[in-house]
């Protein structure tokens, strides 16, 4: 019978070493068929299985145990899907003691192959299945590398299957991780094997810039930004006691070292930090400073920050600016040297005749004395004080000269509109004529001020001094990056996808650095303990009356915390590409799954993206849907 006349309603899809369903939802999302038989020795991988798999038949059991001619019952098998256990090949296996037996696994491929004849046959697993060979002694016999493995694909072929493999990369097809598996397909059919082309790539690659691929998806795109992360100066009770979580507290000396030496890379040291949006709703909380602000409300939910190092008190000429990554002066007997960020403020304007001002990327001018009022960071326009008769506006543009200073105070920020309190109107600009005038009072004038994001206060005037600084940071920015807690890296950007998720998973951690408004009352608890960190971990030498500072949108910020919380059990499964609305916690009769088998389950399990690209490009006849989540799924099997 040629491929022409396979009626491929009459074939089965086999899903051995099924796990938590991996493999399984990427090929249904792939399909939208049903998997139809899902084998597994594990009794909870079996109940997540089938609570997400309801159409599926399944068996407890070894693969061995299995008797692939009783459970297809004359039925063809078009996919039969292999992924056994892979932790006796892993690196992360390291120099412990491995069982040969978990290692021959693979042997049930021929099995299958030999008695029902699937028509294509994918397997799955660590890139180095390649090296099985014999074990002695509970290690493999290095002068032996690759023979088993090249026996088992000439017993493959010997069978008649055409045989090819390659290593994958989950975030080219999709997946927000970049987890690397060995992937193995074989067909008996005839036809040729194919290997799916990517459809993402790393943002700076040239497929990318030239539309041709879409970006690797981000871990930002992971996280669940409303939920709280605690302060690793906090102690555990407080933590209990604030957020009702259980946390480790006080962090061990490795974990503190990676966090500091992360926030030293990712937040003081990078070009690109990555925000996180604080007061906007919706999935995406966060941003790389590159892409556009999203809309601006009436809270302070952006800051950039690009650390420099600034020479306060030296006299004579010369740029005082410098890389923070470059060594400090010489160290006198006065604090003369800080770091300072300037973001998002476009122009430095000096109180002198005739100074039309400077970008804040060039040195600040001469300071003066008579209480430091001769530089000014400005946006918006320019309001004039003076009493002058006439209709000329009191106002200009930043570009332009400031007038004759004298001794009084004569300019001030200005942002206004003017707001009307009747019919749809929104209000209207300040230099536009004011609208018809009625018998009520219906017009008024709206100013930029600072808001408050606590309490009943509502906020003060931007000429103003910014109000205390509480614990919670209501005027604080935040930046935010990933940690590793395994391997000899500290972490990773949030604009990256996350990288491979292990089966204990408790290796990914997020931290979010706060930075604080300074002011006469800020409270600068926390920051000790912060330049003992970055002392102690990142070669800082800072001393007990320096403090980092950056620029963020014309004012002065401080690192006041520094956060960090494990990533939950469903982000960690959207960083493997499953669908939301997969069941990780419970099975179908209500029990009840503890993270640590949330998070095994998900370690352990393909990334769905694999599956599915693998599928579209070896079983197309199969593939004329697309589907997305499991309840788009249940619709099409349900029709």
């Given at each position: 019978?040629?491929?022409?006349?396979?009626?491929?309603?009459?074939e089965?899809?086999?899903?051995?070493?099924?796990?938590?369903?991996?493999?399984?939802?990427?090929?249904?999302?792939a399909?939208?068929?049903?998997v139809d038989?899902?084998?597994?020795?594990?009794?909870?991988?079996?109940?997540?299985?089938?609570t997400n798999?309801?159409?599926?038949?399944?068996?407890?059991?070894?693969?061995?145990?299995?008797?692939?001619v009783?459970?297809?019952?004359?039925?063809?098998?078009?996919?039969?899907?292999?992924?056994?256990?892979?932790?006796?090949?892993?690196?992360?296996?390291?120099?412990?003691?491995?069982?040969?037996?978990?290692?021959?696994?693979?042997w049930?491929?021929?099995?299958?192959a030999?008695t029902?004849?699937?028509?294509?046959?994918?397997?799955?697993?660590?890139?180095e299945?390649?090296t099985?060979g014999?074990?002695?002694?509970?290690?493999?016999?290095?002068?032996?590398?690759?023979?088993t493995?090249?026996?088992?694909?000439?017993?493959?072929?010997?069978?008649?299957?055409?045989?090819?493999?390659?290593e994958?990369?989950?975030?080219d097809?999709?997946?927000?991780?970049?987890?690397?598996?060995?992937?193995l397909?074989?067909?008996?059919?005839?036809?040729?094997?194919?290997?799916?082309?990517?459809?993402?790539?790393?943002a700076?690659s040239p497929?990318?810039?030239?539309?041709?691929?879409?970006?690797?998806?981000?871990?930002?795109?992971i996280?669940?930004?409303?939920?709280p992360?605690?302060?690793?100066?906090?102690?555990k009770?407080?933590?209990?006691?604030?957020?009702?979580?259980?946390?480790?507290?006080?962090?061990?000396?490795?974990?503190?070292?990676?966090?500091?030496?992360?926030?030293?890379?990712?937040v003081?040291k990078?070009?690109s930090?990555?925000?996180?949006?604080?007061?906007?709703?919706g999935?995406?909380?966060?941003?790389?400073?590159?892409?556009?602000?999203?809309?601006?409300?009436?809270k302070?939910?952006?800051?950039?920050?690009?650390?420099v190092?600034?020479?306060?008190?030296?006299?004579g000429?010369?740029?005082?600016c410098?890389?923070?990554?470059?060594?400090?002066?010489t160290?006198v007997?006065?604090?003369?040297?800080?770091?300072?960020?300037?973001?998002?403020?476009?122009?430095t304007?000096?109180n002198?005749?005739?100074?039309?001002g400077?970008?804040v990327?060039?040195?600040?001018?001469?300071?003066?004395?008579g209480?430091g009022g001769?530089?000014?960071?400005?946006?918006?326009?320019?309001?004039q004080?003076?009493?002058?008769?006439?209709e000329?506006?009191?106002?200009?543009?930043?570009?332009a000269p400031?007038?004759?200073?004298?001794?009084?105070?004569r300019?001030?920020l200005?942002?206004v509109c003017?707001?009307?309190?009747?019919?749809?109107?929104?209000?209207?600009?300040?230099?536009?004529p004011?609208?018809?005038?009625?018998?009520?009072?219906?017009?008024g004038?709206?100013?930029?001020?600072?808001?408050?994001?606590?309490?009943?206060?509502?906020?003060?005037?931007?000429?103003?001094?910014l109000?205390?600084?509480?614990?919670?940071?209501?005027?604080?920015?935040?930046m935010?990056?990933m940690?590793?807690?395994?391997?000899?890296?500290?972490?990773?950007?949030?604009s990256?996808?996350l990288?491979?998720?292990?089966?204990?998973g408790a290796?990914?951690?997020?931290?979010?650095?706060?930075v604080?408004?300074?002011?006469?009352?800020?409270?600068?608890?926390?920051?000790?303990?912060?330049?003992?960190?970055l002392?102690?971990?990142?070669?800082?030498?800072?001393?007990?009356?320096?403090?980092?500072?950056f620029?963020?949108?014309?004012?002065?910020?401080?690192?006041?915390?520094?956060?960090?919380?494990?990533?939950?059990?469903?982000?960690?499964y959207?960083?493997?590409g499953?669908?939301d609305?997969?069941i990780?916690?419970?099975?179908?009769?209500?029990?009840?799954?503890?993270?640590?088998?949330?998070?095994?389950?998900?370690?352990?399990a393909?990334?769905?993206?694999?599956?599915?690209?693998?599928?579209r490009?070896?079983?197309p006849e199969?593939c004329?849907?697309?589907?997305?989540?499991?309840?788009e799924?249940?619709?099409?099997?349900?029709v």
């Open positions: 019978m040629g491929i022409g006349q396979i009626n491929i309603l009459e089965i899809i086999v899903d051995n070493f099924a796990g938590g369903g991996g493999a399984s939802t990427g090929i249904e999302l399909t939208g068929r049903v038989i899902a084998i597994n020795h594990d009794p909870d991988a079996i109940l997540m299985h089938r798999h309801p159409h599926t038949t399944h068996y407890q059991a070894s693969v061995w145990d299995v008797d692939p009783e459970v297809c019952r004359g039925r063809k098998v078009g996919l039969a899907w292999f992924s056994p256990d892979c932790k006796h090949f892993s690196k992360a296996k390291g120099g412990k003691p491995v069982d040969k037996n978990i290692r021959g696994l693979a049930i491929v021929l099995r299958w030999g029902v004849r699937p028509r294509v046959i994918i397997l799955e697993n660590v890139e299945f390649q099985w014999p074990v002695r002694k509970g290690k493999p016999v290095k002068k032996r590398t690759g023979q493995f090249r026996k088992w694909l000439d017993q493959l072929r010997n069978l008649g299957y055409s045989v090819e493999w390659r994958l990369v989950a975030a097809y999709g997946a927000p991780t970049t987890r690397k598996r060995f992937f397909i074989a067909r008996c059919d005839g036809q040729p094997i194919v290997w799916p082309t990517p459809t993402h790539a790393p700076e497929e990318v810039k030239a539309g041709l691929k879409r970006p690797w998806r981000s871990a930002a795109e996280i669940d930004w409303s939920l992360t605690p302060s690793i100066f906090d102690s009770e407080s933590i209990k006691e604030k957020y009702n979580l259980t946390a480790q507290r006080p962090l061990r000396p490795n974990t503190m070292a990676r966090v500091a030496r992360g926030g030293d890379k990712f003081i990078t070009a930090p990555f925000l996180v949006v604080v007061n906007h709703s999935e995406f909380r966060g941003q790389d400073p590159e892409v556009p602000l999203q809309t601006v409300t009436s302070h939910g952006y800051g950039v920050a690009m650390p190092m600034v020479a306060i008190g030296q006299t000429g010369g740029n005082r410098r890389s923070v990554e470059s060594p400090t002066h160290q007997s006065k604090a003369e040297e800080c770091v300072a960020s300037p973001v998002l403020s476009p122009w304007v000096t002198t005749t005739n100074s039309t400077h970008p990327s060039d040195p600040v001018d001469t300071a003066r004395t209480g001769g530089q000014m960071f400005l946006s918006a326009s320019l309001v004080y003076h009493t002058e008769q006439g000329r506006v009191r106002g200009q543009g930043l570009d400031l007038l004759t200073v004298d001794a009084s105070n300019y001030g200005s942002a003017l707001e009307k309190y009747y019919g749809t109107a929104t209000g209207q600009g300040s230099g536009e004011l609208h018809t005038i009625t018998a009520k009072d219906r017009e004038v709206v100013a930029a001020s600072l808001s408050k994001f606590y309490g009943g206060v509502v906020g003060t005037e931007m000429s103003q001094p109000p205390t600084v509480t614990s919670i940071d209501h005027n604080a920015v935040q935010a990056h940690a590793k807690f395994y391997g000899t890296e500290f972490g990773e950007p949030m990256r996808p990288s491979t998720v292990t089966a204990s290796h990914h951690g997020l931290v979010t650095t706060t604080a408004p300074v002011s006469s009352e800020s409270d600068l608890k926390n920051w000790p303990k912060i330049r003992e960190l002392n102690t971990y990142c070669g800082y030498d800072l001393q007990e009356n320096e403090v980092i500072l620029l963020i949108s014309g004012g002065l910020y401080f690192m006041s915390d520094i956060g960090l919380r494990m990533l939950t059990p469903r982000e960690l959207r960083a493997n499953f669908p609305d997969y990780i916690d419970r099975d179908y009769t209500g029990r009840e799954y503890g993270k640590a088998k949330q998070v095994a389950r998900c370690g352990n393909v990334p769905p993206p694999f599956a599915t690209a693998l599928v490009a070896n079983l199969w004329g849907l697309t589907i997305s989540t499991m309840e799924f249940e619709e099409v099997v349900a």
